[in-house]
């Protein structure tokens, strides 16, 4: 999925595997942003297929799952990100959240 990038390997595909793959690189990223080894280098593919799925969480209106991994990748400009894109009338708890 890494070596196919974004432009082959759609990140918001319902497909059993895709969502497997997709949540595996998202919880190796969080844990490549958590580590305190701060000499470790992100894959920029890696960072691409996250990206790719703040964007389509932005696009199906799921600011909770895109805050959830901003908080837990420590990426404070996602975070504000998904607080100012997301509508107060229809995600009233996110502000909360």
Known sequence: ???????????GSSNEYEVTIVGKCIDKYIMLRSSEDTETDMDPKLEEIVEGMFEKCYEIGSFGQALGIALEAHRLDKVEDAIMRASPDKQPGLRTY
Request: hydrophobic share 55%.
């Open 1 to 11: 999925a890494l070596a196919a990038g974004t432009k082959y390997f759609d990140v």
